[in-house]
């Protein structure tokens, strides 16, 4: 059965430090990986997937994410924190079956 | 191309009471996905439908039923709707039932049931 660990549920970072959300998932398969945002009161947005290509991938708004079979890690990082930024984070993994993790929330402290 | 949407946005419920949530995509999806998300769990998927005339069970279906009308219109009831349905609901399509392909969600109905 697959799953989806979010290593954190909470992250606070100062404005124009670098942010590191950890995703860690189990598969029995080749899986395909997603990371959501979700800012209050809206719908998901799609960040950026991995899908057996290259294993850095990079999304919208200077995200990106490297896949690490290894580790069975797909952590989030950016460079410079941003005040947009704050809302909460969703690591997905499909194979074909969905699965969420619970999420982590990202504070950016002015 | 307005992509997936949802009605109500809000809705209060007295307990006992029916209603269904309604969810339309103009994307062409085969896929269409119902959610329900409450605090600190994350998503989790109720029903779904990996193509037009099929409907499946996710993790969390009791006391949900579902429709997929046509293939863009998937509706989800609820018979009697009970305290514990409170939630955020996201209804979600993509293009077929394939690990590589992302989902793209409403925005939501944001239902109490008191």
């Known amino acids: 059965a697959q799953s989806v660990t979010q290593l954190d549920s909470h992250v606070s970072v100062s404005e124009g430090t670098p942010v590191l959300l950890r995703c860690n998932y189990s598969?029995?398969?080749?899986?395909?990986l997603f990371w959501y945002v979700q800012h209050p009161n809206k719908g998901l947005q799609l960040l950026l997937k991995?899908?057996?290509?290259?294993?850095l991938v990079k999304g919208i708004n200077g995200f990106e994410a490297e896949f690490k079979k290894s580790e069975t890690s797909f952590h989030l990082t950016k460079p410079s924190a941003h005040m947009s930024d704050a809302a909460e984070y969703f690591c997905?993994?499909?194979?074909?079956?969905?699965?969420f993790g619970t999420g982590t929330k990202l504070q950016v402290i002015p | 191309n307005a992509g997936v949407t949802q009605t109500p946005k809000f809705q209060v419920l007295k307990t006992g009471q029916s209603m269904t949530l309604q969810c339309a995509q103009d994307?062409?999806?085969?896929?269409m996905y119902w959610y329900r998300q409450d605090p600190g769990m994350g998503l989790r998927l109720i029903y779904y439908?990996?193509?037009?005339?099929?409907?499946d069970k996710g993790e969390v279906p009791n006391g949900y039923n579902v429709s997929r009308l046509n293939k863009r219109e998937f509706s989800l009831r609820l018979e009697s709707a009970a305290p514990s349905q409170t939630s955020v609901y996201f209804c979600?399509?993509?293009?077929?039932?394939?690990?590589?392909?992302?989902?793209?969600f409403g925005p939501g109905t944001r239902l109490t049931v008191t």
């Open positions: 979600a399509s993509r293009p077929r039932e394939r690990e590589v392909h992302g989902q793209y």
């Open positions: 598969s029995s398969y080749s899986p395909s």
């Open positions: 991995y899908t057996s290509a290259a294993t």
């Open positions: 997905v993994v499909s194979d074909p079956k969905v699965t």
């Open positions: 994307m062409n999806h085969n896929s």
């Open positions: 439908s990996a193509s037009e005339g099929t409907t």
